[in-house]
């Protein structure tokens, strides 16, 4: 199994510019998420979702949209980026509807806003 | 919203000394998990503590949930160069936050050999 996975890896955009950052995930799972990781502040929620069609906000959402067409995938857009949103992107998954199991990480996206 | 406070940031030990991480939390958690990211990687589930007092261990490590459910604890024993990497918190309300996984700062753990 693939598990999570993110793409791409890494990413430069001009500000201003807009971009998808992917997520898929091949477990079946119900629960969707995305956060954001800055040195010295852990990882900050920025939307997640509990099933097909179901999104929510979480932490940190300004600037951000996402969508949930399918179980499988749950992409993350960036409006117009900017220098604020450089970052290191993580999707995870876990059973349920609720955050209370085991998450499963991607490996993350590695976003460069100049 | 909700708040979890991880200490300390930062962590340098020498091979073989004990180390321990803190998460406290103002309200009462439905839940918290522990999870560890090695340089480079991304957050690795390690445990989930559900029950009030509760005490799990998986070989050095030792986790513990508080008796108020609003602090736990992972204690590393004898640690080794492997154990380098930031260990997370992660905590769950519950209620009508049941969606809702709120991340510790984390703390960088070095070990020297």
């Known amino acids: 199994n693939a598990g999570v996975t993110q793409t791409p890896k890494f990413q430069v955009l001009k500000t201003g510019q807009s971009m998808t950052l992917q997520c898929a995930q091949d477990?079946?799972?119900?629960?969707m998420s995305w956060y954001r990781q800055d040195p010295g502040m852990g990882l900050r929620l920025i939307h997640y979702?509990?099933?097909?069609?179901?999104?929510d906000q979480g932490e940190v959402p300004n600037g951000y949209n996402v969508s949930r067409s399918t179980t499988e995938d749950f992409p993350l857009r960036l409006l117009s980026a900017a220098p604020s949103q450089t970052s290191v992107y993580f999707c995870a998954s876990s059973m349920g509807m609720e955050a209370n199991q085991p998450q499963h990480f991607g490996d993350g996206t590695r976003l460069s806003i100049l | 919203g909700q708040q979890v406070m991880q200490i300390p940031q930062y962590q340098h030990v020498q091979e073989g000394e004990d180390f321990t991480t803190y998460c406290n939390s103002s309200?009462?958690?439905?839940?918290i998990q522990w999870y560890k990211q090695r340089p480079g990687g991304h957050p690795v589930f390690l445990i989930q503590l559900v029950k009030s007092g509760e005490v799990k261990k998986q070989k050095r490590l030792t986790f513990q949930f508080g008796e108020a459910k609003k602090n736990s604890s992972l204690h590393i024993t004898a640690t080794q160069t492997t154990d380098v990497g930031t260990y997370f918190c992660?905590?769950?309300?519950?209620?009508?936050?049941?969606?809702?996984?709120?991340f510790g700062q984390g703390t960088i753990l070095t070990v020297h050999p």
């Open positions: 979702s509990v099933g097909a069609g179901i999104t």
């Open positions: 477990m079946n799972h119900e629960y």
């Open positions: 992660a905590a769950n309300a519950g209620g009508t936050s049941y969606g809702k996984l709120t």
């Open positions: 309200t009462t958690l439905s839940n």
